[in-house]
DNA sequence: GTGGTCTAGACCACC
DNA sequence: GTGGTCTAGACCACG
């Protein structure tokens, strides 16, 4: 599982781990009963502060989506998968409402947005077939 | 020219007020050489403490939308028009982008994203006509 | 006698009143036992608040570069020429070794100091010829 | 990293602050990378209260010239010692020109301006290799 | 009346 | 511990 940490890009970095994870698990690199590295692992190698690490993976806990094995660790919760994927979905509707929105009421005519949605999205596809 | 403060949304109180002014110099609410509402008074206005409201009206002027007559207060700057417009554009495209990159990133096919991008556009057109 | 305010420069509009009378004085334009323009007739000319020409002219009474004539009005003080154009030289030697003694500090070598100087010298006395 | 504060030499406070750190990037004090005072360790030392250095770090921020670690403090920006280099110089440019402008419309010749430049240049190259 | 600066002190999120 | 935001209230220069 590789995370990245960026320094000052606003998002904090418990809340980019989290979302990582997340995502990791949407894309099955995670999959539910598999053990996530401890907190002094993650702490040690990302060079994070474990109390980061903590705040984390508690926000994980209460979203369901990591549980406790006592005595062995973190392990992704059954039924992860399922949440995480919705979730992104919805969260990705959400943003493209807003978008649209603004742009509506930035004097955007419907039909320009169009245009810069096709063109986003197919370099957006080219780009990720790619990599 | 209306301003509407939303507490605790995330965005801080002299952002909002920043957005607003932008706004509404883009839709032309607000004309190059207009004088803008004096501190004093839209602190009273909107019940927020003059200092937010300073700090707001320096950031617009950093960004020379704004600019001060000395002793007769502030004025939108020639060119502010342009400025505003070019400038919730550039954020407007931004945005789609990552919005874009988010989904096909989450597992969502190109094609539903589309179907997405449509019937939002679709709403937030009726919506906008009717208000 | 002309004298031109551009608003919102930083400099106060007093400042610049003072600073242009003076001019005129040490160039000849205003001589000593001339009436210089009320403050109404002033004030109505250069759409400036009565007020502001008051401050100006009492920076001028200080510094006895103009006088009062008791019911005739303001005009300028003998000794007015030889003070304005001292002070002038005097404020350009001072600002020009603040300058020299940045540029040092910043980096700059003397060499480069002297190149701008000459460049800019050279310029200047060029604009000038012309206008 | 030494920084003064003069009360009332008409620039204001966290002015003399913004210009003091860039200098010290300028000339080398500050390295990229490097942790600034933290805002209440500056306040503490400088006797300033925090809210007028937190005004100078987000000036120094909105230029680019220090950048946030979240929960860790500021530090320099990389780029920063080319931006502060180069602002520096170009405003000692400028202030040169204005201070001929005005020496020459004060009436003085050409000739003159030069005599004080090389006297000042070689006066001040003097003081500052000694100290 | 206007904006600009400064202080004092509070609360927040983040590490 | 860090910076970021906000409030309250003061004083200043300017017009």
Chains 1, 2, 3, 4 share one sequence.
């Not at 990245?4 to 990582?20: D, F, K, T």
């Not at 979203?63 to 062995?72: F, H, K």
């Not at 919705?86 to 004097?107: A, F, K, P, T």
Request: glycine letters at 6%.
């Amino acid at each position: 599982m590789y995370i990245r940490i960026e320094a000052s890009n606003g998002l904090p970095i418990y809340e980019q781990i989290v979302r990582q994870i997340k995502f990791a698990i949407a894309e099955g690199t995670l999959v539910p009963g598999q053990l996530i590295p401890s907190v002094r692992e993650l702490s040690r190698e990302l060079a994070v502060n474990a109390n980061t690490i903590v705040r984390a993976y508690q926000d994980l806990q209460n979203e369901s989506i990591i549980e406790t094995l006592r005595g062995r660790g973190l392990v992704v919760a059954p039924g992860a998968t399922r949440l995480c994927l919705s979730q992104r979905q919805i969260l990705v509707r959400e943003r493209m409402e807003q978008v649209i929105l603004e742009g509506i009421r930035s004097g955007l005519e419907p039909q320009q947005l169009t245009t810069y949605f096709e063109k986003a999205l197919a370099s957006i596809v080219r780009a990720e077939k790619k990599s």
